[in-house]
């Protein structure tokens, strides 16, 4: 019930195409699904947040769909570029129940070409 | 700036040895975390604290150790109990509030064991 399953593990996209990683999860108190990026080496860093009252949220190039009946959450990114390649993690916590903590799906390395 | 410093960025530790990895924030966030992170693992709670002096094991506590005796710094100690440290360590804090929800990472500490 605490798990967040991403896919695909690795993605490959050329430059100027749509990045598309998908999120499951089973828990419905979950009420906040942020994705996360990482460069290597670095720390995870917010790259956008969306509660189940919306059904997408965009910014820029970022895009998060989500699908509260089906449970499904994802990140789009449109355009791709190089400078996008990096892990991305998708998250939830149950923030009004009061939980503490953020269930971490277990990454999609990007990779997009030149 | 206000931010997660952690350090070392590099760690290297002998079989058997205790070692504490550092991590201080100016954020004036209430809640600190540890994540351990290894390839394709995703990200791992190993404790958080929500309060000065109170702390609670994550998922993977085993051979772990933390305290709080100050809201600003959280300190991990990787203790010989720990039979793989080889790993990326994050270190997080977050405000409280679930209007401005969200993790702040530092950049990491590499700990290999040699």
């Known amino acids: 019930q605490q798990q967040v399953k991403q896919s695909p593990q690795s993605l490959i996209v050329q430059k100027g195409g749509i990045s598309i990683i998908n999120c499951a999860y089973e828990?419905?108190?979950?009420?906040?699904f942020p994705w996360y990026q990482q460069f290597p080496g670095k720390g995870p860093a917010l790259l956008i947040a969306i509660r189940p009252d919306v059904s997408e949220k965009n910014e820029g190039r970022f895009t998060i769909s989500f699908n509260k009946s089906a449970k499904q959450f994802s990140l789009h990114i449109m355009d791709s570029q190089p400078g996008d390649s990096a892990t991305y993690f998708c998250a939830a916590s149950n923030v009004r129940g009061g939980s503490e903590k953020l269930v971490f799906g277990k990454g999609t390395k990007l990779t997009v070409n030149p | 700036d206000g931010g997660i410093t952690q350090s070392p960025k590099y760690l290297f530790r002998k079989e058997g040895q205790n070692v504490t990895l550092s991590c201080e924030q100016n954020l004036n966030h209430d809640a600190m975390y540890w994540y351990r992170q290894d390839p394709g693992q995703g990200l791992r709670l190993i404790y958080y604290?929500?309060?000065?002096?109170?702390?609670q094991k994550g998922d993977i506590a085993e051979g772990y150790s933390v305290s709080r005796e100050k809201k600003e710094s959280f300190p991990l100690t990787v203790t010989s109990a720990q039979k793989n440290p080889t790993a990326f360590y994050l270190c997080?804090?977050?405000?409280?509030?679930?209007?401005?929800?969200?993790?702040?990472f530092g950049s990491g500490t590499r700990l290999t064991v040699v």
């Open positions: 604290s929500q309060i000065v002096n109170d702390f």
């Open positions: 997080a804090s977050r405000t409280q509030g679930y209007g401005n929800y969200g993790y702040t």
């Open positions: 828990n419905t108190a979950f009420d906040y």
